[in-house]
């Protein structure tokens, strides 16, 4: 029922790539930036996406946004805890993007920066919000969105997986239409790649992943980039 498109780049300045992101049978999508030292942020990301997958496969369907939120939960004491016995794994974390498809219905639970997007006619809607600093700052009205994009704290976050014990989860649901296009993606490509410009990528392009993970690169590539695309037929 839906068309699914994928992609992750390391980009043109890092070395690592400490994006994961997986597509789960049926019609479930994470994307995770981890952040750290040394190998850290790999290492959180990567528990991430497969703590999420084992307790889903462990659930019954429909994975609706408090399965997918408990999913999260369980991820976060499981880096916190890894982080506890290691040293060279503190302070480690990752955000967590997840939208799960059912029928008519979609669910979603997210933490952090990475975000969902639905494409619905000309209607290009980010669903989730940033859990970060910046974002903080454009609700109390003391930035405008567009400074909120070039702040030199933009990439501050005030939660991310495995970072904190207490996590609030933003998960909710809505009505899937025909022809919606979702977007999952790291802060790789909506750092480098305005609203409008990706929206067109959905619009027009054969190959949206690719097509996206291009566009962050020519803009750029400072960072790493990972896009899932599902299109709903
Ligand atoms: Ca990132």
Redesign the pocket.
């Known amino acids: 029922m839906a068309k699914v498109y994928q992609a992750t780049h390391v980009g043109k300045v890092r070395h690592n790539n400490e994006d994961s992101l997986i597509v789960i049978e049926p019609s479930t999508f994470v994307v995770a ?1 981890g952040m750290g030292g040394a190998s850290a942020g790999e290492v959180a990301s990567q528990m991430l996406v497969e703590t999420v997958k084992s307790f889903l496969s462990k659930s019954p369907a429909p994975w609706d946004e408090n399965i997918l939120a408990q999913a999260v939960l369980l991820a976060n004491d499981k880096i916190l805890n890894l982080a506890r016995r290691q040293e060279e794994y503190r302070g480690m974390g990752t955000t967590a993007t997840i939208l799960s498809l059912d029928g008519e219905q979609a669910y979603f639970a997210h933490v952090g920066d990475s975000r969902l997007y639905r494409l619905r006619g000309d209607a290009f809607e980010q669903l989730t919000a940033d859990h970060s600093y910046v974002e903080t700052l454009v609700r109390r009205g003391e930035l405008t969105p567009e400074q909120a994009r070039v702040h030199p704290m933009k990439n501050v976050l005030i939660q991310a997986v495995g970072a904190i014990p207490e996590l609030f989860i933003d998960k909710d649901n809505f009505k899937v239409e025909r022809g919606d296009i979702f977007l999952l993606c ?3 490509l909506t750092n480098m790649v305005e609203d409008a410009t990706i929206a067109e990528i959905l619009k027009t392009a054969q190959s949206p992943a690719d097509a996206l993970i291009r566009a962050a690169l020519e803009a750029g590539g400072k ?2 980039v990972s896009v899932i695309v599902a299109g709903v037929d």
Do not use: E, L, S, V
């Open positions: 930036d790291t802060d790789g960072d790493n």
